[in-house]
C-alpha cells in the first residue's frame, strides 16, 4: 500500500493510514490529527512538530461526527471521476474545535442544510491520477448510505 488514499481497493483502514481509523478498531471512522501536550494545540492532519510550539504531538483521533458549517454544491466538470454534482464543505468537529474541509456524500448534495449533523465515512468515488478506483474520506449523514463502503 501506499501513503496515498487511492490505489489497490481491498482494506480501506490500509488505504488512508494516518488520515482515518476506525474508533478502537472497530468502532465509528474517525479523522485522525495530532495533539501536542506542551501547548494542548490539536490540528489536522497528523503533524510530525507542533506548528506553533515545534513540541513532539501525539497522535489521536479528533472527531468522528459534527455541524456542518457551511458548504457548497460543485455543478461543473467535476475533477478525477467524481459524481457531478458534488459537494464539498467545512465541518466543526465534536470535541477538538477544529474545523476540517472536505468531500460530502454526494447522495446529500441536494437536500444540505447549515448545521445538520454529519459523520466521518469512507466511500469508493472517482478515480485517482491513474484511473484506479479511490476511497476517500467523505462526510456523510449520520444514518449510512447505500453507497457505503461494504453495502
Ligand atoms: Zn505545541
Known sequence: MTGTMCGDVTEPAELV???VERVNGRGPYALVGS???D???TVFPSVVRCPYCQGQP???GVGAAGSLYTYTVVRTRAPFGL???YAVG???LDGSGLRVFGLIDPAMAD???VGQRVEVGLMRLGVDGQGRPCLRPV???EHPTASEVGR
Open 17 to 19: 493510514p494516518g488520515l
Open 35 to 37: 495533539r501536542c501536550p
Open 39 to 41: 501547548c494542548g494545540a
Open 58 to 60: 501525539l497522535r489521536q
Open 83 to 85: 459524481p457531478e454534482p
Open 90 to 92: 467545512y465541518v466543526d
Open 111 to 113: 437536500e444540505l442544510t
Open 139 to 141: 462526510f456523510r449523514s
